[in-house]
């Protein structure tokens, strides 16, 4: 894998060994980015399902500030301090080796307030609905956040959670890219 623009563009960084991780690939990446950036203006993002950090690594290479990165699998969590320390990115990156469904309390108990949230879930166990209800009822979002969630083509999610709004869906094949916007 490579990282697309920024910083660090056309650098390469390790996907996680095995078929348990799927990385998002380079089209879908760069239609993303091309969506809600292309570039940042420092922020502070979380990557909710990690895999070998891809979007977080592309993420900070094009100026986000810094990213919380969860996964639960020990080699993705390996691959990510691997990956970081090749770019050179450790202090701008926090790597929770645990379900992110542990982690909104520990979040709003250090005060964040993230500007960008990207969920990749296994695509047949996704709980996205979830998350993005917790996060918002946690005030885990700051205004003008965006939440990027990749899914399933035929999954489907609410138009508004509160005051975040569906502002697009995208299809790649097989993939979705739902993007939302909290409003105030």
Known sequence: MRIVAGEFRSRVIDAVEGSQTRPTGDKVKEAVFSRIGPYFDQG???DAY???GNISFEALSRGMQESY???VSAKAVATIRKNAKRLDVEKRCHIYKRDV???PDEFAAQGL???LVYMDPPYRQQKCDAL???LVEKSLLAKGAQVIVESLREDSFASAYQDLILVKESVYGITKI???RRER
Request: proline share 0%; net charge negative; charged share 10%.
């Open 113 to 115: 307030s993230f500007d």
């Open 50 to 52: 990690a895999g070998s």
């Open 178 to 180: 739902s993007y939302y």
């Open 132 to 134: 993005i209800t917790a």
């Open 44 to 46: 502070i993002m979380l």
């Open 69 to 71: 990165m969860c996964d």
């Open 101 to 103: 469904f542990t982690m």
